[in-house]
């Protein structure tokens, strides 16, 4: 399985940007799917993420500002990311879980200038 990530970019703050994931095909017994996401000298941490029954979860710092969603029959996982901050930079990767093993994107960057 790949994941190809897609729609990083450069904008300014306060700006919105949106991400996807697409799987190359259906995951067996999947889990989950998400975003995570690595600053310069940072450790990757997660971003958001949406179980196989729909709940969702966010990091601390983009509650209420970024919203993930899914389309299961295109096999995409989404993320709205609305009212950007310059600490959103990062590079953003798009991750699978499942009791075969975990899946990771190729990682888009987003920028956010001040």
């Known amino acids: 399985v790949q994941l190809q990530a897609s729609g990083g970019g450069l904008v300014q703050a306060g700006g919105s940007l949106r991400l996807s994931c697409a799987a190359s095909?259906?995951?067996?017994?999947?889990?989950?799917m998400g975003w995570y996401r690595q600053a310069p000298g940072k450790e990757r941490d997660l971003v958001a993420w949406?179980?196989?029954?729909?709940?969702?979860k966010y990091g601390v710092s983009v509650e209420g500002r970024f919203t993930i969603s899914r389309d299961i029959r295109r096999k995409t996982v989404s993320l709205q990311m609305d009212s950007l901050k310059p600490e959103d930079t990062g590079v953003y990767y798009c991750?699978?879980?499942?009791?075969?093993?975990?899946?990771w994107g190729q990682g888009t960057q987003v920028t956010v200038s001040s």
């Open positions: 991750n699978a879980k499942s009791v075969r093993g975990d899946y």
């Open positions: 095909r259906s995951i067996p017994s999947v889990s989950g």
């Open positions: 949406i179980y196989s029954n729909g709940i969702t």
